[in-house]
């Protein structure tokens, strides 16, 4: 019943186009936004050192267990996954580790695409002049602005899953081999060139010390939960992606060398960002933990220094846009692969995808104004400050701290304070809730899925064969897939609950 749908989508035309395509999908926002605001709310060096180890001891690996997935099956993750767990007599869950993916994608389409919005809003503004000579305030006020205009992000938010649709539809071969081969070694150069700039910043010695001087200290269990679903996330795991992308994968490339060239240039995109961004932060006396405008605020500034910035600053934000537009594909692509093997036109399967995700995107925007005040798991604390009769240190002591599953936090806040105390809120909107759920949940627990899978589950002749490495570097994988990724992704989970 399977069998005709085997390889219906095309194949890359080399291992490169592979290559391009898999680095295309896993650089994104996750590298040049996500990964400097959580590494700066996150406390910096010691995260960065446990993202490092997770890309490393689960994200790797398996990588490498989701192409090998994808190359085998050669269909939408969906189909793969319930053809080989038939033919492994694995219990039927593993059948449904591609619908939990797809759901995943949903969820993570819908914001990533209101989040692209905003770099096309940025190249409007650098080509505008906006940030001429630029401080601090304007880079905050300009953003501000955008954040509270619920129908100009919707706009964005529209044209950007257009475009996204654009390139679907045209299939995966041809809508996006020739933007990644162009775009992807044009984002390096102007990455090298931000860091040049940022190297003779004031703030490039605390920067570097901001990110790679590892106090542990300011390490908590959220951090390192946020530190394992942002590998998965930043490398495209967990949900299909890159399996649907090695549906797509000559027979014949070497998986192993492959992954290790795709994870490793990613990482270094992210690690270089972060380098770029931080110095700015620190010479212009700003806030590391300034969420997700952080990158918003920084780039602008520097590009606001530089001669000619305003015209620099354009090709950045458009680079920036496309190396989005290049991972959100990668995003639609295993629910529309899906919908074309059931006989849909891959057109009208790309509309109805896209809807959907646009759809739910609308409560992302609306996160950022309308709906900000509504927030669920909110934690209320209230405290008032004491000072130590004899040393004369003052402290905070908490004297109440309430939670609730919902709250609007304007109500909660026009509730008067006795004198003296001060209040403490932190809850969740509509977009962090999806953004925590599919990094920090669905996005590991697929993985793990994977893992087990693949590690427990598939004939070692079967993986073996597929994976065509020699035999310690066969070994060595097995080894990490089995007992080490499994166990890393356990642990962390269940200290994160606890
Ligand atoms: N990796 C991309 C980024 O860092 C985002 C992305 C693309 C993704 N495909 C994915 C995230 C699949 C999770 C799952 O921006």
Known sequence: MTSDKRGMHGIWASRWTFILAAVGSAVGLGNIWKFPYITGENGGGA????????????GIPVMIAEVLLGRRGRMSPIHTMQAEARRQNAPRFFSGIGWMGAVSGFFI?????????????????MASGTFNGADATVAGETFGNLLGSPWVLLGLHTIFMIMTGFVIARGVKHGLEDGVRLMMPLL????????GYAITTPGFGQGWNFMFSFDFSKLTTESIVVALGHSFFTLSLGMGAIMAYGAYMPSEASLTKTIFTVAFLDTLVALVAGLIIFPIVFSHGMEPAAGPGLMFQTLPIAFGALPGGAWIGTAFFVLVAIAAWSSAISIAEPAVAWAVEKGIKRGTATIMVCVLAWVLGVGTVLSFNEWGDKQFFVTETISESVTDPVSGEVSAKTLSSSFHLYANT???????????????????????????????ILLPLGGLAIAVFVGWLMRREDSANELQADETVYNVWRFMLRFLSP?????IFINGLL
Do not use: H
């Open 47 to 58: 995260f960065v050192l446990v993202y490092l180890l997770c890309i490393l001891v689960a």
């Open 109 to 125: 389409l819908s914001f990533y695409s209101v989040i692209a919005g905003w770099t096309l809003a940025y190249i409007g503004e």
């Open 188 to 195: 390096f150069v102007m990455l090298i060139l931000l860091l």
């Open 410 to 440: 304007t109500d909660l806040k026009a509730v008067p304070l006795a004198e003296g105390t001060e209040r403490a809120i932190s809850g969740k909107t509509f977009f962090d809730i999806l953004d925590f759920l599919t990094a920090n």
């Open 487 to 491: 166990l890393a992704i356990l642990f």
